[in-house]
């Protein structure tokens, strides 16, 4: 049997340096938001010419538009994302209309007859095109706080109506804390991850990453709950034994099954990251991420947490 409790000190000593080094990161980079928070207008392009125009090629192109604060990057080996202002449908076409007379495909080809015939293709395809207002990326905002708060204060209950029954030698209320906690560590670790990438890769974070998230908060919640249920079960089954025991008995019965079903998921996870396109990378990336740890800190963290909680309770009552 693996003793998890016993090696407490060493489980949550790491966590809480990860913890707090996310913390820094957050704190000094910040999360780089994307146009659902900050409003503003995404276009993306993939091209077909044989070699993809430059970002400066492309800027060039579209000064003569006058496009404010307009930034473009590239996206895979032929894509590019044109960020901006909130920009209207006739400024959107005539985006369209200037980049393609600029780099249209033209070529030389030959009727059946032997006759010369000059062709144009299109120069790319329009994948994605988004424009949000101001005013609607600061209500987006509003929204994804309060889902996070709704969503902490439902687990808090949800787990204190469970294990209302389970009383000693921890009270029910305390495993919904516990909970929170650790899915508190989930989320700032996976913020601060995003804070590193925006900052160095310019990853940035939409209504996809908010969703993320809450996903994130469901699938460590789920995991943390199915060991605090074994612990219940173990304590109503071997009532007068040492707690921490009892615990460390109900993470050796659950660990197999909780790594196994996280591997489940980061193989599709995998997956749809390899496969998916960019439209859903981030999305997908911020699931990896949470995921994974949060199958560490349902094991690692929470439990241990209860236990360490446990003991300086009986400590003050002495």
């Known amino acids: ?10 489980w949550l000593t790491f966590s809480s340096l990860m913890f ?3 913390l820094i990161l957050f704190a000094s980079f910040g999360l780089k938001l994307g146009i659902d928070f900050t409003g503003g207008s995404l276009l993306e ?7 993809q125009p430059t970002n400066q090629q492309i800027n060039d192109a579209l000064a003569p538009l006058g496009i404010d604060n307009m930034t473009i990057q590239s996206v895979g080996e032929k894509g ?3 960020r901006s202002k ?4 006739a400024t959107h076409q005539k985006i369209l209309t200037t980049l393609q007379e600029k780099f249209k495909i033209t070529g030389e080809a030959k009727t059946p007859d032997g006759t010369p015939l000059q062709y144009e293709a299109k120069a790319f395809e329009e994948k994605k095109f988004d424009s949000i207002g101001p005013s609607i990326g600061q209500e987006l905002k509003k929204k994804a706080i309060w889902a996070i708060v709704i969503a902490v204060i439902a687990i808090i209950a949800y787990i204190a109506w469970a294990f209302r029954k389970v009383s000693k030698p921890v009270s029910s209320w305390k495993y919904g804390v516990v909970a929170v906690i650790s899915l508190l560590h989930d989320i700032v670790i996976t913020v601060g991850f995003f804070a590193l990438l925006g900052k160095f890769y310019g990853l940035e974070i939409n209504a996809p990453f908010i969703a993320a998230l809450l996903t994130i908060f469901g699938y460590s919640n ?3 709950i199915v060991v605090f249920d074994r612990t219940r079960e173990n304590l109503i089954r071997h009532m007068g034994q ?7 008995i109900s993470l050796n019965e659950v660990i197999v099954r909780s790594i196994n079903t996280s591997l489940t998921v980061l193989l599709a996870l995998f997956s749809l990251l390899l496969f998916g396109g960019s439209t859903i990378r981030d999305f997908v990336l911020a699931l990896i991420f949470g995921v994974i740890i949060g199958t560490y800190s349902s094991i690692f963290v929470a439990s241990p947490l209860l236990v360490v909680w446990q003991r300086l309770q009986n400590k003050i009552s002495k």
């Open 86 to 89: 909130d920009i209207d449908e």
């Open 80 to 82: 590019i994302a044109i």
């Open 242 to 248: 040492d707690f921490e025991k009892i615990v460390d």
């Open 222 to 224: 789920n995991d943390t």
């Open 1 to 10: 049997m693996i003793s998890i409790i016993k090696q407490r000190k060493i």
């Open 20 to 22: 707090v080094i996310s």
């Open 45 to 51: 392009l993939e091209f077909y010419t044989q070699e």
